[in-house]
């Protein structure tokens, strides 16, 4: 059993929407100019954590109460805590706080997480159109369940300082819940939004505006939060026990060979979870990036991983590249393993058929890699997200 101190704070919303990411991402970058910041999400997502990683130049870590158990969240938290040293944690959650995989629990929430880490809560409200109810709203999450640790409140999407005048002085007076931010509505405030969420930062830092969007966005938070209270909030997380490692457990890959396994990772392929990189450079890996949009031949490689993106929207350019896509069917039908997920598993494919007016794409198919005899067409909606759960290991 070990102890971590490092300070620590949740930072949570009402709903869906009501802009933690833009806030959590401003709040990370402002204190990262004098912090060593570690940014964490909860939940199964790609795109808020490159933000986050963007902000502090750590990479964001995911907790998920589903996906881990609680010791493994623990063991999660803390391994990138003690790996980069770092001053303080803040965790983004996911939809609502209390929103999980069930009615009537906690699993998969945000809540769920922030018990198990013991972490103080900072509640960010949608307070669109609302002065006085913002209080209730404040009341009625703390009383549906007490071991949330909700310590202060953060005002987004504010109108006007009559605006914030009147819902801080209401959740003051009210809860006795400090407000420690009330950010105005301001267009500058906004992130670029399409089918599976915000543009992925290895995408959108192509463009000065991208740039100039994150600057703005850390300066008007850093004007309307007081981040000198939320830091104090933090540093009164309790000390956290965590149980001897079980996933970075034991010599890792000591007096084996390496292996060299390619990534994939450009602006169509770049959702990776940081610690299965981690994991597979514990157990021998070296991890080889290579761009299935710019480089012109595989590296020198044992296997291959390609993660989700939005291979769909660079279909063209990833059908110009023959010589890779060339390179990549000829390891297959060579036996070397690849391992693709989401929108690798699209490029595998013998094609894809993108849909006319989604997203500026065609409707025009493309072909892929041809690993896999398969065709993939693009829908015009999301038809829905599922979860499943294996009912046995594999051997």
């Given amino acids: 059993m070990t102890q971590n101190n490092t300070p620590r704070v949740l930072i949570a919303a009402d709903r869906s929407s009501a802009g933690k990411t833009t806030v959590c991402t401003g709040i990370m970058a402002a204190l990262s100019k004098h912090l060593n910041v570690q940014p964490f999400k909860v939940g199964l997502d790609y795109i808020d954590p490159s933000y986050h990683t963007l902000a502090c130049g750590n990479r964001c870590r995911n907790l998920d109460g589903y996906l881990m158990t609680e010791a493994a969240v623990l063991e999660t938290y803390a ?13 983004e ?12 629990s ?19 409200i949608d307070a669109r159109s609302i002065t006085r109810s913002a209080a209730a709203v404040v009341m009625g999450y703390r009383a549906f369940d007490p071991a949330v640790d909700i310590r202060g409140v953060i005002l ?8 914030a005048e009147k819902a801080v002085s209401a959740i003051e007076h009210y809860t006795g819940i400090p407000v420690i931010g009330a950010v105005p509505r301001d267009d500058a405030m906004g992130l670029t939004m399409r089918h599976l969420g915000l543009v992925p930062v290895n995408e959108g830092r192509q463009s000065p505006e991208f740039r100039e969007r994150i600057s703005k966005i850390t300066e008007i938070v850093s004007e309307n939060i007081d981040l000198e209270r939320l830091t104090d909030i933090a540093e009164t997380a309790e000390p956290l026990e965590v149980g001897e490692p079980s996933i970075f457990a034991g010599g890792g890959a000591r007096g084996r060979a390496k292996v060299r396994i390619g990534v994939a990772l450009d602006e169509a392929f770049n959702f990776y979870y940081a610690d299965n990189l981690d994991l ?12 299935p949009l710019h480089d012109r031949a595989l590296p020198d490689v044992d296997g291959i991983y390609i993660g989700g993106g939005y291979p769909e929207l660079f279909a063209r350019e990833l059908e110009a590249n023959k010589r890779i896509r060339q390179g990549i069917r000829k390891a297959s039908a060579g036996g070397m393993p690849i391992y693709g997920e989401c929108g690798g598993l699209m490029y595998l494919a013998e094609q894809i058929v993108t849909k006319s007016g ?38």
């Fill in 93 to 104: 959650g996911v939809r609502g706080l209390y929103e999980g995989f069930e009615g009537l």
């Fill in 358 to 395: 989604m997203h500026g794409m065609s409707g025009e198919a493309f072909e892929m890699v041809g690993a896999i005899p398969a065709t993939v067409e693009m829908g015009g909606k999301v038809v829905s997200y599922n979860i499943g759960s294996f009912t046995t290991d594999t051997p």
């Fill in 280 to 291: 597979l450079r514990f157990h021998g890996a070296d991890i080889v990036y290579f761009s």
């Fill in 156 to 163: 987004n999407k504010i109108g006007s300082g009559r605006h």
């Fill in 106 to 124: 906690d699993l998969g929430s945000t809540a769920q997480v922030a018990k198990a880490l013991k972490c103080p809560v900072i509640l960010l």
């Fill in 79 to 91: 391994h990138a805590m003690n790996d980069g040293n770092a001053d303080l944690a803040i965790i």
